[in-house]
């Protein structure tokens, strides 16, 4: 099964502990001289002072659009984009590493303990197929109830322990994608590996290096797919 699934997304989510800044045509500067591999379309999003946290600051883009970031106070999420979807579209983890530690050293040096708080590591794997909801439902439990089902997403939580931090979470999600050439359909598989909400890991550089280390040698297509489907055998 493999050899049809391709990559289609990276990403890693940082949530720094107590970041604040005012200035981020600054900070845009300061991250655009550390990675100019962001020289696409850059915004700095006016918002109010009193804006939810949550609320994107930053977008930054790559000039090919491959790579994407936003940045809020409460969580800068990095992404590497499969934008032609094809099937030689990988990143090394060590360049993935490089990337985030460059922008982590950045952000935490706007916060006062200089640590993160959480980190979380997704890859989003995707299955050419023109018949995926035959595929899921013709072998789960969600058949009876999902015989016209078109548009769907099963997610799965599960406890993980790794040598970087024992309380993670794994959320695997099964989910109907539209392939964006054409008006074939396809299956979208995605990894979800994470430290927990209420449980601030307090990293810095390094850790977050080991975390992504670890969590990319976990994520595998294949058992993830078998995993799934033997869980909701009827």
Not at 208 to 217: C, Y
Request: charged share 30%; hydrophobic share 40%; glycine share 4%.
């Amino acid at each position: 099964m493999n050899e049809n699934f391709f990559i289609n997304k990276y990403e890693v989510a940082l949530f720094p502990n107590d970041f604040v800044h005012s200035d981020f045509n600054a900070l845009l500067e300061e991250i655009k001289k550390s990675l100019p591999e962001f020289d696409g379309l850059n915004i700095v999003v006016p918002v109010p002072s009193n804006a939810p946290k949550e609320m994107p600051r930053l977008i930054l883009k790559s000039k090919n659009g491959i790579l994407a970031c936003n940045v809020s106070l409460e969580k800068t999420s990095i992404a590497w984009l499969n934008k032609k979807q094809t099937r030689k579209f990988k990143r090394p983890i060590s360049e993935i590493q490089s990337t985030i530690i460059k922008l982590s050293d950045i952000l935490l040096h706007h916060t006062p303990t200089y640590k993160m708080k959480r980190v979380g590591f997704i890859k989003e794997f995707v299955l050419e197929t023109d018949e995926p909801v035959i595929l899921v439902t013709g072998r789960t439990i969600y058949k009876k109830i999902a015989k016209n089902l078109r548009n769907y997403n099963f997610g799965f939580t599960y406890n993980l322990t790794l040598k970087a931090w024992q309380n993670c979470n794994e959320v695997i999600t099964i989910g109907d994608a539209k392939k964006e050439k054409g008006k074939e359909r396809a299956l979208m598989v995605m990894d979800d590996i994470n430290t927990f909400q209420e449980d601030d890991v307090n990293w810095g550089t390094e850790n977050i290096k080991q975390f992504l280390q670890e969590a990319d040698g976990k994520i595998d297509v294949n058992s993830l797919f078998k995993r799934f489907l033997k869980q909701n055998e009827p």
